[in-house]
């Protein structure tokens, strides 16, 4: 039985770099990593390529110096191809979105299936790990040779949409591409629902809202999110001089919770604060011309740029509305930021300690918070202290030991999950 044999060996199949390759690096860290499948990896001219345009310099990001070549199975000559499409989302129509997202999901996923259909498998010791649209075609193959399979669904799913939904109506003008997933998209997660043995969420957050669309308490673990940190070498506590920035870093959009810090940045316009946006703008042009000339937008970067990034802030701002987790409140803590975030997403902070916790939907509430870290840089330098102690809880492979941990405390038959039990977030 899978749940006494203490020697798993896993399968990890990824597109992208979601947490700069996190879940396949815990794995390896942790001797248990068998095979990593993943649509694009840079394997040569890595130090040519970050010397070129933005493009160039994110391939040369798709890569991991603790990821072992022979352990990498690519498919890079059409998954860059593929990846281009990528860089119009913020461009598209919910139906374009859920056309891209599908298409890409079924190729790569059909892809994996076929270089596994040339393996052999242990059931009693092998599994596979994948993420949500991209699994659905692997999970059926190995779901006939009895290996079991976890599925990370890294967002709340149509819990979220709903949410993201009544914000745009709140906000009239300011969606770039207003509209819904068509259901086509949320009949693809249902099925990779249902097809996977355990679905591994990262919050306490995402596990409530599909519970609410139908998935089992009992059939996900909560397992948050962790970086590759190196502790030796965290910086200082910050010592927040002259003007405040804060630092917002993810996609500019409602679900994000733009809106609130605008409002925000609004009412804060007389205080010796700057507000430094990063990220791809996902808002209409209208809403952009309307911030306030306290807010400063950075647009895209590269993930080779985000350590300068955070060096130069003070404060890291998630007003978000709904996250699966925000890696961003752990890199964030990694270079001494304290956080201001909301309850919606991973909880990392605890209020008053590493940062501050505010209201979703609550723009004054976010004001005051960020006023009153302004006025006391000292206790910035002190939440900044206990953020870079806090974050080391949260170094790989915490997560893979957390997620080898709970598979062995449930009951497996016949490669289907028979008895599962929720221990908990950590």
Known sequence: MLNHNPNFRWI????????????????????????????????????????????ARALATRY??????????????????????????????????????IKYGQWFASKVRDRLARLSFEPEHDLFFGF?????????????????????????GQVEEEMVHAEAKQWPGWEKLPGLMPERYWRRLRSEWQMADVILVNSE???????????????????PLAIDLHAESLPPPIQANGRLKVLWLGSVI???????????????????????????????????????????????????????IYREGHVFVLPTISDG??????????????????????????????GLVVPARDGAALARAL?????????????????????????????????????RSFQFGHGNVADLTLLGAR
């Open 325 to 354: 987790f925000a890696i961003t409140q752990l890199e964030a803590m990694a270079h001494g930021l304290p956080v201001v975030a909301t309850l919606n997403c991973g909880r990392v902070i605890t209020d008053g300690v590493e």
């Open 132 to 156: 949500n649209t991209n699994s659905l075609e692997t999970m059926e193959l190995l779901k006939q040779k009895g290996i079991v399979t976890v599925l990370d669904q890294i967002d709340p």
């Open 12 to 55: 990890v199949s990824q597109e992208g770099t979601r947490q700069s390759y996190g879940v396949p690096v815990s794995f390896q860290k942790l001797g248990c990593l068998r095979l990593f499948y993943t649509d694009v990896w840079c394997r040569h001219g890595r130090g040519l390529l970050r010397r070129g345009p933005a493009s």
């Open 371 to 407: 006023a009153r870290l302004n006025a006391d840089r000292q206790l910035i330098t002190e939440m900044s202290h206990n953020a870079l102690e806090t974050v080391k809880k949260y170094d790989l492979p915490s997560n893979a030991r957390q997620i080898n941990a709970k598979l």
């Open 205 to 223: 957050w995402s596990r409530d809202a599909l519970v609410r669309q139908g998935v089992a308490r009992e059939r996900m673990i909560v397992v």
């Open 64 to 101: 991991h110096e603790a990821l072992p070549p022979e352990k990498v199975v690519d498919f890079s000559l059409r998954g860059v191809l593929w990846r281009r499409q990528h860089f119009r989302l913020h461009n598209l129509s919910p139906e374009e979105k859920a056309d891209l997202y």
């Open 254 to 308: 409602l679900r994000k919770g733009i809106q609130y810090l605008i409002e925000a940045a609004r009412l804060l316009c007389a205080e010796n604060i700057e507000f430094v946006l990063v990220g791809p703008v996902g808002v209409s042009e209208e809403a952009v011309a309307s911030f306030p000339p306290n807010v400063k937008v950075m647009g895209r970067v590269t993930r080779d740029q985000l350590s300068a």
